[in-house]
C-alpha cells in the first residue's frame, strides 16, 4: 500500500465521522424552551405568601447598564461598570436580613468559588444585590467580609449592593426573578438561583438552586465571556458539555464528545500514515 492510497483512507474516514457529528448535532439539538420555577401544587393550594414566586429566564436579553446600586462602602455603582473591561458577571439576589435560604446560597456559593481556584477580579467579577430597598451599606459591608473570609480571597472583587426599591424592581424584572414580601413575618418569599452576564449586558445562563457545581460555574463563566477565559482544558471539557435550559445545568453534550473523538481518531491515523511513509521511504534507501 503506497502514499496515496493511505491518504485516501485517512481523507474517507476524516469525512465520514464529520458528516457523522453534524448528523448527531440535529438529532441531539438541545431543548430551547424557557424554563420557569414554580411550586408543584395547584395555584388554589399554594399559600398566598408564594404565589407569583418564580424564576422566569430572559436568557439573551440585556439587563440596563444604566441602572445604579450602592456598594458595601457608599459609593454609587452602575451595573456597567460591574462588567467593566470586558469582564462577565455572576449576579446574585439576595437581602441581607435573610437568615435561611440566602445564607445558605451564599456559604456554598462562596465554597464554590474557592473549590474553583480562579482568581476573582482577575477574570470575572461577583456581585450581589439585596432587593431589599431597606438593606443599607453597613449590612451590605459585613456580608462582604463574612462571605469573601470563606473563599479565602479576602481581597477579591465580590460586591455587595443596596438599591432604590425603583431599581431593584428594574433589575430583578429584567432578570426574570420574582419575589415576594410577607409583611405578617417580615421577610421575602423568593427562588435561589446565580446569574451569569456578559460584558455587553446580555443574560446568558442562569444556576439554580442552592449548590453549585465548580465545573458549572467554570462553563458558564466561558459561556459569558465567549472563551476568552479558561485554561485549555477547561475549553476541551467545554466542547463535551452544553447548556441546557430546560434543567439550568451543563449537560453531557454527544455531539461534543463525537467531535472530540474523531480528531482524535484522525490524529492517530495521520500518525499511522506517517509510519508507512517513512518505512517505505526507508526500504527504497535500501534497495
Same mark, same amino acid.
Given at each position: 500500500?503506497?502514499?496515496?492510497?493511505?491518504?485516501?483512507?485517512?481523507?474517507?474516514?476524516?469525512?465520514?465521522?464529520?458528516?457523522?457529528?453534524?448528523?448527531?448535532?440535529?438529532?441531539?439539538?438541545?431543548?430551547?424552551?424557557?424554563?420557569?420555577?414554580?411550586?408543584?401544587?395547584?395555584?388554589?393550594?399554594?399559600?398566598?405568601?408564594?404565589?407569583?414566586?418564580?424564576?422566569?429566564?430572559?436568557?439573551?436579553?440585556?439587563?440596563?447598564?444604566?441602572?445604579?446600586?450602592?456598594?458595601?462602602?457608599?459609593?454609587?455603582?452602575?451595573?456597567?461598570?460591574?462588567?467593566?473591561?470586558?469582564?462577565?458577571?455572576?449576579?446574585?439576589?439576595?437581602?441581607?436580613?435573610?437568615?435561611?435560604?440566602?445564607?445558605?446560597?451564599?456559604?456554598?456559593?462562596?465554597?464554590?468559588?474557592?473549590?474553583?481556584?480562579?482568581?476573582?477580579?482577575?477574570?470575572?467579577?461577583?456581585?450581589?444585590?439585596?432587593?431589599?430597598?431597606?438593606?443599607?451599606?453597613?449590612?451590605?459591608?459585613? *456580608?462582604?467580609?463574612? /462571605? !469573601?473570609?470563606?473563599?479565602?480571597?479576602? $481581597?477579591? +472583587?465580590? #460586591? =455587595?449592593?443596596?438599591?432604590?426599591?425603583?431599581?431593584?424592581?428594574?433589575?430583578?424584572?429584567?432578570?426574570?426573578?420574582?419575589?415576594?414580601?410577607?409583611?405578617?413575618?417580615?421577610?421575602?418569599?423568593?427562588?435561589?438561583?446565580?446569574?451569569?452576564?456578559?460584558?455587553?449586558? *446580555?443574560?446568558?445562563? /442562569? !444556576?439554580?438552586?442552592?449548590?453549585?457545581? $465548580?465545573? +458549572?460555574? #467554570? =462553563?458558564?463563566?466561558?459561556?459569558?465571556?465567549?472563551?476568552?477565559?479558561?485554561?485549555?482544558?477547561?475549553?476541551?471539557?467545554?466542547?463535551?458539555?452544553?447548556?441546557?435550559?430546560?434543567?439550568?445545568?451543563?449537560?453531557?453534550?454527544?455531539?461534543?464528545?463525537?467531535?472530540?473523538?474523531?480528531?482524535?481518531?484522525?490524529?492517530?491515523?495521520?500518525?499511522?500514515?506517517?509510519?508507512?511513509?517513512?518505512?517505505?521511504?526507508?526500504?527504497?534507501?535500501?534497495?
Amino acid at each position: 500500500m503506497n502514499f496515496r492510497v493511505y491518504s485516501i483512507i485517512i481523507i474517507s474516514i476524516f469525512t465520514l465521522t464529520s458528516n457523522l457529528s453534524y448528523a448527531f448535532d440535529e438529532s441531539m439539538r438541545m431543548p430551547s424552551q424557557k424554563r420557569e420555577l414554580s411550586t408543584s401544587l395547584p395555584l388554589n393550594e399554594t399559600p398566598k405568601v408564594m404565589q407569583g414566586v418564580t424564576i422566569k429566564e430572559n436568557l439573551g436579553k440585556s439587563v440596563d447598564l444604566n441602572l445604579s446600586f450602592t456598594d458595601e462602602n457608599g459609593k454609587l455603582t452602575k451595573i456597567s461598570d460591574m462588567v467593566a473591561d470586558g469582564k462577565p458577571l455572576i449576579l446574585t439576589l439576595n437581602y441581607y436580613r435573610c437568615s435561611t435560604l440566602c445564607s445558605i446560597q451564599l456559604i456554598n456559593f462562596a465554597k464554590t468559588l474557592k473549590d474553583m481556584g480562579w482568581k476573582i477580579g482577575k477574570d470575572y467579577r461577583v456581585a450581589t444585590v439585596s432587593f431589599d430597598p431597606t438593606d443599607t451599606s453597613k449590612e451590605a459591608n459585613i *456580608k462582604q467580609k463574612e /462571605y !469573601l473570609k470563606l473563599t479565602d480571597q479576602e $481581597s477579591g +472583587d465580590w #460586591k =455587595f449592593y443596596v438599591g432604590t426599591n425603583d431599581n431593584i424592581k428594574s433589575l430583578t424584572d429584567q432578570i426574570g426573578f420574582y419575589y415576594k414580601y410577607d409583611p405578617v413575618s417580615n421577610e421575602f418569599a423568593h427562588a435561589a438561583a446565580i446569574f451569569f452576564i456578559t460584558p455587553q449586558g *446580555k443574560i446568558s445562563s /442562569y !444556576l439554580y438552586g442552592i449548590t453549585y457545581k $465548580s465545573r +458549572d460555574v #467554570k =462553563f458558564s463563566l466561558m459561556d459569558a465571556s465567549k472563551n476568552k477565559i479558561g485554561s485549555p482544558t477547561d475549553q476541551i471539557l467545554l466542547t463535551c458539555f452544553h447548556y441546557n435550559p430546560t434543567t439550568g445545568k451543563y449537560d453531557a453534550f454527544a455531539m461534543g464528545m463525537l467531535r472530540i473523538a474523531a480528531l482524535i481518531t484522525v490524529f492517530f491515523l495521520i500518525m499511522f500514515l506517517g509510519y508507512f511513509f517513512w518505512r517505505e521511504q526507508r526500504n527504497k534507501k535500501a534497495y
